[in-house]
Nanobody, 124 residues
């Protein structure tokens, strides 16, 4: 049974930092494309960051230079370090995994597995 379990969300003030984690089980973590998505109330789900099995990373323009995606294959864990947080970063954050493919990392429908989400709230 595949499970993706996010943790690390919370409430911070603008300018603060949070580190999200996603613990994966039941899948071959090291061979999957992994991604972080977020969804704010009334908005569509959007890709925040992605990482390939080889370690190539991708970021949404809105988070470049502030967020860092990383993974620990030995621990089957994905991370998202979020620095200099802004109120517009407030959203539910989701971890996702997919078996490669031709779709870009931002295409949420290409992902095969999703976590339940962790809430991030940034106050001004």
């Amino acid at each position: 049974q595949v499970q993706l379990v996010e943790s690390g969300g919370g409430s911070v003030q603008a300018g603060g930092s949070l580190r999200l984690s996603c613990a994966a089980s039941g899948l071959t973590f090291s061979s999957l494309d992994m991604g972080w998505f977020r969804q704010a109330p009334g908005k569509e789900r959007e890709g925040v960051a992605g990482i390939t099995p080889g370690g190539t990373t991708y970021y949404a323009d809105s988070v470049k230079g502030r967020f860092t995606i990383s993974k620990d294959n030995a621990k089957n864990t994905l991370h998202l370090q979020m620095n200099r947080l802004k109120p517009e970063d407030t959203a539910m954050y989701y971890c996702a995994a997919k078996y490669g493919g031709v779709y870009p990392w931002t295409y949420s429908r290409a992902y095969n597995f999703w976590g339940q989400g962790t809430q991030v709230t940034v106050s001004s």
